[in-house]
């Protein structure tokens, strides 16, 4: 039972364009929702998170949006750089359960 | 400060044997999970620990467990390996304050 789904194993974009990274959940009880970038070797490393009380959150140059009548979030990213080549995992979560539940991820590839 | 660190980086058992894998959280966490990656699936949670007790658990065998300190490390146990054990196990940790879990490394596991 994949609860959370990303279902774009990988993602090619140019340099300094957009890159959009989709999500799709199932449980309606998911109320937190995260995305972790992953290179090589290395562990999951903290992205940006949204809470499901608002629908968009921006830290520089990334930003989740949240539509909770389709059970979907993406993540964009602009301008792409070739440093953000790398797996993209989203993870959702139910508050107070601390267990989160992450999709199968995307390997995006910024060329340069 | 230092990051969420584990050990070893690579394992290598047989069918059969027992694997521990070790955890040390960041600085000021008391809450650590642990995830299996299989090859090409996403992060499996296994287990939450808190403040030295068990608080949930994934969809595991009870021939996984582990354990929390009381400095607020973490051992994974893996008994009667499996080949489909083979994976990469991730720990992470959090603090009371912040649902946000920061990954280690991880530890390769290969059973054979």
């Known amino acids: 039972d994949q609860q959370v789904k990303q279902n774009s194993p990988s993602l090619s974009v140019q340099e300094g364009r957009i890159s959009i990274l989709n999500c799709d959940y199932t449980?309606?009880?998911?109320?937190?929702f995260l995305w972790y970038k992953k290179y090589p070797a290395e562990g999951p490393t903290f992205l940006i998170s949204?809470?499901?009380?608002?629908d968009k959150n921006e830290d520089g140059r990334f930003t989740v949006f949240l539509n909770k009548s389709a059970k979907h979030l993406s993540l964009h990213i602009v301008p792409s750089q070739p440093g953000d080549s790398a797996v993209y995992f989203c993870?959702?979560?139910?508050?107070?359960?601390?267990?989160?539940?992450f999709g199968t991820g995307t390997r995006l590839k910024v060329l340069a | 400060e230092a990051g969420v660190t584990q050990s070893p980086t690579h394992l290598i058992k047989t069918r059969g044997q027992q694997a521990t894998l070790r955890c040390s959280p960041i600085?000021?966490?008391?809450?650590v999970y642990w995830y299996q990656q299989a090859l090409g699936l996403g992060l499996q949670f296994l287990l939450w620990?808190?403040?030295?007790?068990?608080?949930n658990r994934g969809n595991f065998p009870p021939r996984f467990s582990g354990r929390q300190f009381p400095n607020y490390s973490s051992e994974l146990n893996v008994n009667a390996l499996e080949l489909e054990d083979s994976a990469l196990y991730l720990c992470a940790s959090s603090s009371v304050a912040k649902n946000i879990q920061y990954f280690g490394a991880g530890t390769r596991l290969s059973v054979l």
């Open positions: 600085s000021g966490h008391t809450s």
């Open positions: 449980n309606s009880m998911f109320d937190y």
């Open positions: 993870a959702a979560s139910v508050r107070g359960t601390y267990k989160y539940i």
């Open positions: 949204i809470s499901s009380i608002k």
């Open positions: 620990y808190d403040e030295g007790e068990e608080r």
